[in-house]
């Protein structure tokens, strides 16, 4: 069934995967807890999955997810992303316990030659990196900087490696209390492309939002929380096509007898990989304006990260102090 | 009827326009004549539009339209890629009728940052670019090369001027005998992505390939024959669900009542416009391996222009003297 | 006497070159005047040169010199690069001298690809750039907005064109009220590098910081005022030879017989024009975190240059808006 | 005696650090073995450390050193470059003994981001990675195909690590026959700066080239044969000082009573100590060609290595198959 999975809508969002098990009736998904906040310029959500019930029907693992929307990114505001930036270094004290001598690990996956992939190693190039200054900065100064390491590995088709064969030997080595995981998501909606940042303490699959599974980095493998934050920047085209085939299915459902027959969802699929060139599974969609969005979010999370890490960067001026 | 001609598939290939025009009859278009010849690794079709019914009707001026297709360009094969070449270079020889002491001037159109837009620039970044050294360089040398001068002049939204402001201008000051202007193309079908190139002695519409239109670079506004060699980079997100439609519209068109209601194209527009949500007309879609394709795609323009412009370079080494 | 003039250290810094000319006796220069003004984390020196005699004498054209001097900028302060950024707003509000509705144009000046010659290009890139926005935008908004257009012609090496021969063309069909040329320069003392900005209101000899002289962009040749803005990036190696020459010889001076022969500034020339090898004439000097320190200063100078153009921008965060 | 040994002139390379050991009396060094063979295009020479001795005296590990001189690379001939990979592969192919199976890693080291630096990440940037695709390539194909791995791990300045504590956990886990280093390295005399090639099976200092030392990559701590192939890019700006001074210092020593004074290196050494500013210690030479220099030598090496490591690529066409 393959193909029919295929064709499942990808999302690398908890919450659009939990949106979808609800389904129009929005009922309640067993053993998934939501919540949910409104900010000023930001909704943030909370998914928590309590048991493998939930795994199972969202098809995310057990763990944490804050996913913040702020749908007025897309304006490219500098006020409104230092106001989201706020919201994400809240969100992030809540889930780093770190004392002052803790080593971080930032690790910026995917590929930085190409753009919708690059928001990763884009935001470990913006980072303050100040674990090799401990031993030459002065106590005064040192005590508002926290060690942060910061490495972006490549991707398995330039390296030849897995990510995981590079990180758990940097992590073995340095000994960080936590990694710090930043990779570029797919999303269900084209809308999310640049305005949403998910936040999850399940760490992360490599390369799992372009559709492979590799080795995992997450607390059982690494050995130390992992926390992933990710911003969607592509939506599968497959996406796009059954998203219409949804909307004509649910506006003419009780009118045309032909949609009476594709009632079923399982039907629809069928329908879908009959009608959809192979080529199309291997594509995806994003905006024309990606490079800029993924500049301004790896500009926001690098500056959040640094007033999170970093005692002597404040929140309130956390896009003064990014490279 | 803005939304339904929105949805008219959008292709800057007029191979594809003609198809299109031609519908599943594959009548005669009034007014476009083509010719096909197949080569060992490549077709070449030449499309003609010879009078102002053919340009109406498939939507491309008057002129003459050269493409070339290879599949198997997507395998990223050097010696493949140097047999097309040959084809790009054959081609190119029949149409530019260049003098020894002619200059020619190469516009890379589009922008560097963004990668499937950034064919134009790329390809004048490897360009064996000469004009500069003609008072340099020895009578013997100089004779192999002619003097070609190349400019990225950036897009309009960074730099605020259009294209065709900033190339009458160089055009009155170095006279160049022609100009061949090097653009990332939108076709209808994403197998042509990387695959296809277009020749085009009706120059340039600056942007067409995104959406807009703005000052034309051709023959009548520069005064010099105006050489347009394109590449598909993207389709447009509403063509990859129009043919999803289609094809389901066709496989079930006799026996499903449902599709009888929409057998005409109209109808199956207007039913699209329905239920596309206005953000995916602002979707492009492009495969992963975008950048290598780019890259390859620039190469072999690259390539075969110095193979064209400097007769001391030969087609059989034509990937050997780019940068 | 190529070789000497060649050993002669050569400078971009109208500042230097009547630093050179006044000699260590600091006598006054004929044709030159100086003035200094001491700010909090900044110098900034005016040098007026208003006679051919002064012009003959340090070499530059007539015109206004003013020099920013920022020892500090070294160290990367954010605060510190703000502080300069509002003395440059101050210095260009002077100088120019804009009307609301006036365009203006803005050159990079050197070439991307090269890092110590890229502060041009690096700066053209992070501009608010809005003069295709003008039609589009409410008129509220767009009254804080000055119509700015900005270009990156690249060198002479890539292209094949002067530089003038692609900004003429511009300036003629965009008519800009100023055109401000922004490139990268050499100076005599490497400390000044990241440190110093110069503004001069006597246009650009494009290419003359490393060596060649192309067409002016000035208001004799454009029509209009040219503002240039420079920073030194590289130092030419003679240079630093030659001031250890210097160095040596003042502090053996009376001492040491050999260097009472070699007491006349031109019989040193002459030692040094015998034992330096030729190929150290092509050779630049840069500090290892240059691109760091021409990345800083496109920050400040494209930030400056935003709140200088967009009323709306004001100098308080004048790094805020900046790509 | 830091000053002095900091003027004491730096090299990379162990064929410069013999020359300089030898003296201009040409002696032999204890302990060093040399030997010259000429080629049509290119000088190979091989510098045997053979004991503490040799060591001591050119200071550079015991091991083996081979230098590629082809001064004719700096003009850039594609033919020229073809002639020098087909040295470099043999030479390589001597000193690696691989089998069939085995895997190869290749370490890039540097900083992409500054020209001079980023000589390895480029090699890693153009080599054709296998690793990853052993289990999915037909075996007819794979035959040719040796598993090669590649990384750029970055510079400690912008990860906070060492470079030896990611290679060390990368080669625990890949478990490589041998790995090959890439890295810029600095030389004494300018001519050699994109025009020599040194390949060492004593491994790497990272940073080493630029004057920190660092944990070493070598067979020693890494427990597999580490080859380091490097290209010098930059000469230590007190290096050209410095040379100009023993020019001088040469040319008048038997008639200038000054230069009486100063006839021993030592005393040589003090006098430029104390005339030269402390800045320049800081300061690299390289020419204004660097990023093309720089450029042209990765394709060469990624290309070799193609040819070394894949029995399918060939030493005829080694420019043919890099990125």
Redesign the interface.
Known sequence: MQSLDHLNPFTDLALEATAAARGDAKTEVPGVIMEEKKYEHATVSWVRVVDPVGEQLIGKPMGNYITIEAPQLRRRN?ELQEQVGKVLVEQLDQLLDLKENDTVLVVGLGN????PDALGPRV??KLL?????RDYVPADVAGGLR????????V???????TA??I???V???KPAAVICIDALAARS??RIGTTIQIADTGIQPGGG?GNRRQALNKETLGVPVIAIGVPTV?H?TT??Q???E??AS??AET????Q?FRSPESRRK??S????P??G???????E???LT?DLAKLIAGSLNAVLHTSVTAQDL???I?
């Open positions: 500098r930085w030659n190409a753009t470990t190039g990196v100040t674990r090799h200054l060690a942060v390491a910061a490495i972006a590995p490549g398995l088709g330039t390296t030849g490696i897995e064969e590079v758990h030997g940097i073995e080595r340095i084209v809308e372009i939506v085209a796009i096509v998203d219409a085939f909307a004509m506006s003419f045309k007898p032909f949609f027959l329908l879908l009959d009608v959809l060139s080529t199309v291997e594509l995806v969609v994003t905006p024309k990606i490079d800029e500049e896009l003064r102090y490279n």
